[in-house]
């Protein structure tokens, strides 16, 4: 696993239910601010275990390929989701 994988899944490992991060947030917690896109395109590959329906757009968009699928688990989480998208 590169530097950057191994940062941004521990940062994603982190969040606990109910909490929601962008993908930016990610970027920047992980020591790799501006490398949004990066976040998502390693979530989209990411294992199944790693809780990665708790990262959405920036403006509280979901932006993966199945939003009704993300949706629901944040709802499982006890987060609101209205239109695909949650307050941040």
């Known amino acids: 696993m590169s530097r950057f994988e191994d940062a941004v899944t521990t940062v994603i490992t982190h969040l606990e239910p109910g909490d929601v991060v962008t993908y930016g947030e ?12 990066a976040v ?4 989209r590959t990411a294992d199944a275990d790693l809780p990665w329906w708790r990262v959405v757009g920036s403006g509280g ?8 699928r ?9 987060v609101l989701v209205v239109d695909n998208r949650v307050r941040l």
């Open 61 to 68: 968009h979901l932006r993966t390929p199945n939003p009704g």
């Open 70 to 78: 993300q949706a629901r688990l944040l709802a499982d989480d006890g």
């Open 26 to 37: 990610v970027a920047a917690e992980a020591g790799f601010p501006g490398a949004a896109r």
């Open 40 to 43: 998502g395109t390693l979530l």
